[in-house]
Structure formats: structure tokens, C-alpha cells
Nanobody, 121 residues
Framework: QVQLVESGGGLVQAGGSLRLSCAASETIFSVKDMNWYRQAPGKQRELVATITRSGTTNYADSVKGRFIISTDNARNTVYLEMNSLKPQDTAVYYC???????????????WGQGTQVTVSS
């Protein structure tokens, strides 16, 4: 069973930077779009950034120019570089992807366990 394992969250002062990582627990056959979501207390989960198979990136307006999504060459790991962090970026961050674990298997949607990012003012 493939798992997405996140790391890199923590406490940072406003204006600081963090880099989140999300790695598949085993080698996977194929992956479609890879996404980062976040959920702040009392708020709905929101899409923060997407990177497509072709490498096209899209960002929520609230993070454009500050966050960068990228993957490793094998597309087994997705990163979220977060710069110029603001207190309103405080949330639990989740990675998400549609993955085909093996040749011939079905596509399944996977979520990471979430990693807390707290930005102090």
C-alpha cells in the first residue's frame, strides 16, 4: 500500500521560509497531478499549489510569488518551498496525488498525513 509521507513543517517567524517534502513510501509506476493543500483551524481545506505531469505549476492567489512547488526527477517526491511566510499561512499542509502503484493497477487518490506549519508574528 503506497503512502505519502510528509516532512518539513514547523514553527517559523513571519518572513521566514520552510520547505515541505512529500515522498511516496515505495517506487510508483505513474503519477498524475501532484498537489499541496492546507487547512487552517475552522476553515475548509484549500488547494495551495499543483504541478502537472508536464511540469506546469499553478498556485492559489494567496501564495503566488512566495511558494514554489517542484518534484524530483522520478516524481516520487513533491516539494513546497515556502518563502516570505505570513501568520495567515498557518495551517496543516497535506500533499495529494493520483497514483498508479504498478503497471496494470488502478489509479487511486492518496493523501499525506499532514504536517503543521505555524508562522508567528
Amino acid at each position: 500500500q503506497v503512502q505519502l509521507v510528509e516532512s518539513g513543517g514547523g514553527l517559523v517567524q513571519a518572513g521566514g521560509s520552510l520547505r515541505l517534502s512529500c515522498a511516496a513510501s515505495e517506487t510508483i509506476f505513474s503519477v498524475k497531478d501532484m498537489n499541496w493543500y492546507r487547512q487552517a483551524p475552522g476553515k475548509q481545506r484549500e488547494l495551495v499549489a499543483t504541478i502537472t505531469r508536464s511540469g506546469t505549476t499553478n498556485y492559489a492567489d494567496s501564495v503566488k510569488g512566495r511558494f514554489i512547488i517542484s518534484t524530483d526527477n522520478a516524481r516520487n517526491t513533491v516539494y513546497l518551498e515556502m518563502n516570505s511566510l505570513k501568520p495567515q499561512d498557518t495551517a496543516v499542509y497535506y500533499c495529494n496525488a493520483d497514483i498508479k502503484a504498478e503497471f496494470g493497477s488502478l489509479w487511486h487518490n492518496y493523501w499525506g498525513q499532514g504536517t503543521q506549519v505555524t508562522v508567528s508574528s
